[in-house]
């Protein structure tokens, strides 16, 4: 399910300053943030090990899908089973990402990586400006 919200703050060890480089003044930036749906359970329910393997093959999703779609964009692990994405690319580009991303999760087949259940996912997301790295840090 793709749901467009705002972004919980929280901090990250990010290079805005690279960011700020590549992008062109007042430039609109998406940024959204992706979290395994009900991952706490997997690792009490199968192990970490089955938990670790959720991770990896859904990083290796979002990798695949933002490549297929955005040519210049950041991601990373935020903590636990979040991720962030920044991107240089239109609203309706990052739509389609974000619902690929959630297409792929659907028809990825989790009992393959020792995770019986079938996993989801949450995608927020919001777009903005941002003219420094001092004021992407306080937002």
């Known amino acids: 399910m793709l749901y467009i919200r705002a972004i919980p703050s929280f901090e990250l060890d990010y290079d805005f300053e690279r960011i700020e480089i590549t992008s062109a003044l007042n430039e609109q930036i998406p940024v959204f943030r992706f979290d395994i749906s009900h991952f706490k359970q997997v690792n009490d329910d199968y192990g970490f090990e089955a938990g670790d393997n959720v991770i990896v093959a859904c990083y290796k999703m979002i990798e695949s899908n933002v490549k297929k779609y955005i040519n210049h964009a950041t991601i990373g692990r935020a903590h636990g089973d979040e991720f962030i994405i920044f991107a240089k690319a239109s609203k309706d580009v990052t739509n389609q990402t974000a619902q690929s991303i959630i297409n792929a999760m659907k028809s990825f087949d989790f009992a ?23 004021n992407i840090r306080k937002k």
Request: aromatic share 8%; proline share 4%; glycine share 22%.
């Open 112 to 134: 393959t990586i020792g995770c019986p259940k079938q996993m989801g996912c949450y995608i927020g997301g919001l777009v903005g400006q941002f003219k420094n790295s001092t």
